[in-house]
């Protein structure tokens, strides 16, 4: 049977997303608050119900939607080869949770949303955000290359020879936990001391100078010494971390989101490129970084990407259809 | 046609062996300084000359030997989709390089091996040696694993989902050359100051005490307080290294040569695994290190792994004709 509609998820620590899409392009969105609360299956029958209320919404028979790809917050766990959720800022009981309305440990998604679904692909944000750039965004059938989120965390998804690598439980990418500054005072949320989240996320740039992290770097940008500073240090811990993962990879390019590169990137972009290409001429001559291309749509279109029928790509790369905003953004105001 | 005979290449930037092998097992193999005068062709010749007279050693004509794996030092770069090397210890144009009697900037190894063989499967060594281990040694078809040498230098082979990085030049696994300790006055053979090999490799070491690194380790056992500072500082950067690749690809498990931990590596091992469990549970839980299987052969093993027909493999991996001394090595003595 051909696939006629997909549905996608886009799963954070504070909302959900669902998405059911037709081949001509998305035809219904619908969001909620993130649940909490109830027995560890609590997530997945949520998700699974709203799938089924944006069929509903765009009159979709809940029987055709068989095939849906999640992007989430991580990481992920393997449980008898379904992807289950570790995620501190959903479920309560790990180590590292702040204080949460359960005592979760694991929340089977992929286990529940199996009850209902034929087809599910479960990947890390950045992992689906790398799929969504090289589908439809600034890195389109790159082989080897990194996207990488530069935001309230730090993470990446990576492409090498031409296949977007998993790992053992799916969390290949959580770089933004490479130490990196071993006299540093700077803690992670994940307890790590001098890591790249803990050196440079938007959380922590912000608390060096007791103001929020967009405000440092306007006025870095605005000229202010210290600010500028702490914006410079921030943006050459992040190009060797860049230049850490070239290295390792032997990558090609870097396409750059997340809210800090959004607003910044232009200005942090020379001190970043500065730090990769004067390290190991063999393996950083030529890597570029480019902005990424689907900023804001990068989940919704991510998790499309995950399972959409390679017949409908060309005509949704001519089209874009997610950047029609009804009716794929009026759902979630 | 079937494949009859494979050859091996093991280039290093002070000898090459070259091997011709059978369903069997190895029939002969010869070794030569490596050449490091005329033109750039010089090698790809060389080592040409070396597989036919390692095939008219073993009486094989030398038109059957049409598949050749390499396994050679890098870093390695494309010339219109063939690998040239361009290793600082044989090419003497490069920035890097100490002093050689030629000016090469780039060897075009395949391009000239390509004039005498049909299929040419060249691997950076520890590439080579990743392949090496989940063929015949350690990981034997492990799908996450990652191979790390520590000797004179640092170097990994990767392996995620069951796929060998190779990146956009085939330089995947430069991880020796990550930054790991900002405030470090140490300085790497690349020119990096602070990354992983500049900390830890047996040259680097052993400079610390005016000693050489086998002699520190060795002292760090029988006692000697200084050696021991060192030798555990060095297993300890060694093990956040571990921890950091453990992050970045989601690992299972590292399979660890090189001839540091040959000698020491049971002494070693605490403190490297301290290293990488005591960070990021949901990625480092499980992770393990194990001891290299192949050890001494593993360039000539990876080199032949590179292109050995899948059906000669059960046999092998039974009777594991590479540890016969007859002839595998009395040509190389």
């Not at 439809?136 to 990446?156: K, L």
Request: proline share 5%; charged share 20%; net charge negative.
């Amino acid at each position: 049977m051909n696939t006629l509609y997909i549905g996608a998820l886009d799963i954070g620590g504070t909302k959900i997303a669902a998405t059911v899409a037709g081949c001509e392009g998305p035809l219904a969105r619908i969001t909620q608050p993130t649940v909490k609360t109830g027995s560890p299956r609590a997530l997945g029958e949520q998700v699974t119900a709203l799938l089924h209320a944006a069929c509903d919404q765009a009159g979709v028979e809940r029987e055709l939607l068989q095939t849906v790809g999640v992007c989430s917050c991580g990481p992920f766990v393997k449980i008898d080869g379904t992807v289950g959720l570790v995620t501190p800022n959903i479920c309560g009981g790990l180590k590292y949770s702040p204080d949460l309305p359960n005592d979760w440990k694991i929340i089977p998604l992929e286990q529940v949303m199996r009850e209902s679904f034929g087809k599910i692909v479960i990947e890390n944000d950045c992992v689906a955000a790398l799929v969504a750039e090289r589908t439809f965004g600034a890195v389109q059938d790159e082989p080897d290359c990194i996207y990488a989120t530069w935001s309230t965390g730090i993470g990446f998804g990576l492409c090498v020879d031409g296949r977007v690598l998993r790992g053992k439980h799916g969390n290949a990418g959580h770089g933004g936990h490479m130490l990196m500054d071993w006299q540093s005072d700077a803690v992670c949320g994940c307890g790590n001391r001098g890591d790249l989240e803990a050196l440079i996320s938007g959380r922590n740039v912000g608390a060096r100078l007791g103001m929020s992290a967009a405000d440092i770097f306007t006025a870095a940008r605005g000229g202010d010494a210290a600010a500028r500073e702490i914006a410079v240090e921030a943006a050459q811990w992040f190009g060797r971390a860049l230049y850490n993962l070239a290295a390792i990879l032997d990558t090609r390019i870097f396409v750059i989101g997340g809210s800090v590169w959004i607003h910044h990137g232009e200005w942090l972009a020379p001190f970043v490129q500065k730090e990769i290409e004067s390290r190991l001429p063999a393996l950083t001559e030529g890597v570029s970084i480019v902005p990424a291309g689907l900023e804001g749509l990068v989940a919704d279109v991510g998790a499309l990407s995950l399972v959409m029928p390679a017949g409908w790509i060309p005509e949704w790369r001519k089209a874009q259809p997610w950047r029609d905003p009804q009716p794929w953004r009026k759902q979630g105001a």
